[in-house]
């Protein structure tokens, strides 16, 4: 299938990066400057910023409560951006829709960024969130059943790498990992997948982009071979808690998302993967307008038995 027409019309308009080396801050705040006012954001019955103590430090995070209730699965999301973009407000959209369809409270980590947080700190803040909601389950209300981790792109690869941690240090209390068009390998050769040539211009993400954007987070000490930094390189990946894996049809990444699933089948590991046609790198948090891309909300609730 082509670029649905509506992600074409606007790939279409997006001017070609500057040249000279990239500016962190102009484009976080390039990205900030589109985030709506709160009152034209999706409404729930309460989102509260707070902080969660951890071991690699104080951690700022967002809790969207859906609606009242008793109790509630929880859902620790991760968001994306090469490791040295996004936040809670540019992604608050994807975390009150992870919210509303799933029924769970979403706790939303506004975890260390590259280039100002050396390699691990963005990790470990991530991995301490959910530890610290574990722990506080009573305080968040949790009904001690589902623990889950989402994330796109590279919130994805942070996914990928704390269901590993979690597995390494004995931690079993993750039920699900939800990875949208995860980042998995960070060595950037353009012959290890065949989505890497096939879309690698004209979709938005390119291929050619890949390295240069995540410059900022290998060069604060983050090895693409190290497991951690490229899940997708993890051995042995047995006993890691089920997975979907939701890809798009035209993003360089595609491949390695698709065989992270593969290989956790492999392992004894549920896994599924949802491909979707027409859409491209992002589609989650940027075209989840459209209703075929909005699905992919819901689709996470069914994978998470809440539908």
Same mark, same amino acid.
């Given at each position: 299938?082509?670029?649905h027409?509506?992600?074409?019309?606007?790939?279409? =308009?997006?001017?070609?990066p500057p040249?000279?080396?990239i500016?962190?801050? /102009?484009? %976080?705040?390039?990205?900030?400057?589109?985030?709506p006012?709160?009152?034209?954001?999706?409404?729930?019955?309460?989102?509260?910023?707070? =902080?969660?103590?951890?071991?690699? #430090?104080?951690?700022?995070?967002?809790?969207?409560t859906p609606?009242?209730?008793?109790?509630? #699965?929880?859902?620790?999301?991760?968001?994306?951006?090469?490791?040295f973009?996004?936040?809670?407000d540019?992604?608050d959209h994807?975390?009150?829709?992870?919210?509303?369809?799933?029924?769970?409270?979403?706790?939303? $980590?506004?975890?260390r %960024?590259?280039?100002?947080?050396?390699?691990p700190? !963005?990790?470990?803040?991530?991995?301490g /969130?959910?530890?610290?909601?574990?722990? +506080?389950?009573?305080?968040? #209300?949790?009904?001690g059943?589902?623990?889950?981790?989402?994330?796109?792109?590279?919130?994805?690869?942070?996914?990928?790498?704390?269901?590993?941690?979690?597995?390494?240090? !004995?931690?079993?209390?993750? =039920?699900?990992?939800?990875?949208?068009?995860?980042?998995?390998?960070?060595?950037? @050769? $353009?012959d290890?997948?065949?989505?890497?040539?096939?879309?690698?211009?004209?979709?938005g993400?390119?291929?050619?982009?890949?390295?240069?954007? +995540?410059a900022?987070?290998? @060069?604060?000490?983050?090895?693409?071979a190290?497991?951690?930094?490229?899940?997708?390189?993890?051995?042995?990946?047995?006993?890691?808690?089920?997975?979907l894996?939701?890809t798009?049809?035209? @993003?360089?990444?595609?491949?390695?998302?698709?065989?992270?699933a593969?290989?956790?089948?492999?392992?004894g590991?549920?896994a =599924?993967?949802?491909?979707?046609?027409?859409?491209n790198?992002?589609?989650?948090?940027?075209?989840?307008?459209?209703p075929?891309?909005?699905?992919?909300?819901?689709?996470?609730?069914?994978?998470?038995?809440?539908?």
């Amino acid at each position: 299938m082509t670029l649905h027409p509506e992600i074409a019309k606007i790939v279409a =308009t997006l001017p070609a990066p500057p040249p000279g080396p990239i500016d962190p801050a /102009v484009l %976080r705040a390039g990205e900030e400057a589109m985030v709506p006012p709160p009152a034209e954001r999706l409404p729930l019955h309460a989102v509260d910023d707070a =902080t969660a103590h951890t071991p690699a #430090g104080d951690v700022p995070v967002r809790i969207y409560t859906p609606v009242e209730a008793d109790a509630y #699965g929880l859902l620790v999301y991760f968001h994306g951006g090469a490791f040295f973009l996004g936040s809670l407000d540019t992604h608050d959209h994807v975390a009150r829709s992870l919210a509303k369809e799933t029924g769970l409270k979403v706790i939303s $980590v506004g975890f260390r %960024r590259a280039p100002e947080a050396a390699f691990p700190a !963005g990790l470990d803040d991530c991995y301490g /969130v959910v530890r610290w909601a574990s722990e +506080n389950g009573d305080a968040l #209300g949790w009904d001690g059943r589902t623990l889950a981790i989402a994330g796109d792109s590279s919130g994805g690869t942070f996914v990928a790498a704390v269901a590993g941690m979690a597995h390494d240090e !004995g931690f079993d209390r993750i =039920t699900h990992q939800v990875l949208f068009y995860p980042s998995l390998d960070l060595d950037f @050769d $353009v012959d290890r997948y065949a989505s890497l040539r096939e879309n690698a211009e004209g979709y938005g993400l390119e291929t050619a982009g890949l390295a240069p954007f +995540n410059a900022f987070y290998i @060069d604060s000490g983050a090895d693409p071979a190290d497991p951690r930094v490229s899940p997708i390189k993890r051995e042995d990946l047995s006993g890691l808690p089920p997975a979907l894996v939701v890809t798009a049809e035209h @993003d360089p990444l595609r491949d390695e998302g698709e065989l992270y699933a593969s290989r956790l089948r492999e392992a004894g590991v549920d896994a =599924t993967v949802s491909r979707y046609a027409g859409a491209n790198h992002g589609f989650v948090q940027n075209f989840s307008w459209i209703p075929d891309y909005y699905r992919a909300f819901e689709e996470t609730a069914v994978f998470l038995g809440l539908r």
